[in-house]
């Protein structure tokens, strides 16, 4: 089984300030991990993944994340937070081998970021 | 390049009626389709995915149904809505190769109301 927790439903911080968002997961083996975000009644935009190779994984938008394998966590960063970032953003997780690429998400995190 | 296409982007149904929702992939061949269902904007809950034609695998019992006539094309539908079938639909698709690592691609979503 898989699975994927993201401790905080809301993260509020001010322009300009780092932005963090936290994600821990649960795989039986190499797990590929994903970072979505979604603006309000739009689907999910992809932002970043981890596969293999460096632990950090930069992405769109200025967001980078981190993969740290013997913490089980994959939390998605910003150095300087803008007040566009306000979105909603989910954690993804799935086995490296499995044949129905099921990604299995978190319950997301609303990120407000304030002028 | 890939494109899905999801529609209609909002629909209002009285309960008892009927819905079909349809989510259609362009440039890309054999991809594995998702339908999820997210309510609140919060989490999103995994209904239906399909590895090929005619392949519909259902991760919770309720009162939809999904089908896959074509390679590209993905229905959602039910005979009789529910209130509780009220939500953002969400359509997803994942090339379906041992090696894909890229996540999904989400289409741009149906906001269901059933009044």
């Known amino acids: 089984a898989q699975s994927v927790a993201q401790p905080e439903d809301q993260v509020n911080v001010a322009e300009g300030n780092p932005l963090t968002v936290k994600c821990t997961y649960s795989?039986?083996?190499?797990?590929?991990l994903f970072w979505y975000v979604q603006y309000p009644n739009r689907g999910l935009q992809f932002l970043l993944k981890y596969i293999t190779g460096d632990n950090l994984v930069k992405g769109s938008y200025g967001f980078e994340a981190e993969f740290n394998k013997s913490q089980t966590s994959f939390h998605l960063k910003k150095p300087s937070a803008l007040v566009s970032d306000s979105a909603l953003y989910f954690c993804a997780v799935r086995l490296s081998l499995s044949n129905d690429y099921k990604l299995s998400f978190g319950a997301g995190t609303t990120v407000t970021v304030r002028a | 390049s890939q494109t899905i296409h999801q529609w209609p982007a909002t629909l209002v149904q009285p309960v008892g009626s009927p819905l079909s929702l349809e989510c259609t992939v362009e440039?890309?061949?054999?991809?594995?389709l998702y339908w999820y269902r997210q309510a609140a904007g919060r989490g999103l809950q995994l209904l239906f995915y399909?590895?090929?034609?005619?392949?519909i695998s259902s991760e919770v019992p309720q009162n939809l149904s999904a089908s896959r006539p074509q390679d590209r094309q993905f229905i959602l539908s039910s005979k009789k809505l529910l209130l509780s079938d009220s939500g953002f639909y969400l359509c997803a698709w994942s090339a379906g190769t041992v090696t894909s690592n890229y996540g999904y691609t989400f289409g741009s979503g149906t906001r269901l109301t059933v009044v």
């Open positions: 795989v039986s083996g190499n797990p590929y």
């Open positions: 399909s590895v090929g034609i005619g392949q």
């Open positions: 440039g890309t061949s054999n991809p594995n």
